[in-house]
């Protein structure tokens, strides 16, 4: 296995970050979820998917 590089572990943080964000931003704000908040966790997920292909 090769270890991963900078810009990889950075798009894994974000997706993490985000996806946390997302949870926090529904339970405790009490904000609802539209349907641009899941395409843009759907984009930062195939991002990262993009990074590994070809590894």
Known sequence: ???????????????????VFLVLMITVLGEALHWRHIAALGCIMAAVGFMFVGR
């Open 1 to 19: 296995m090769q270890p991963l590089l900078l810009l990889s572990l950075s798009n894994i943080f974000m997706m993490i970050a985000l996806t």
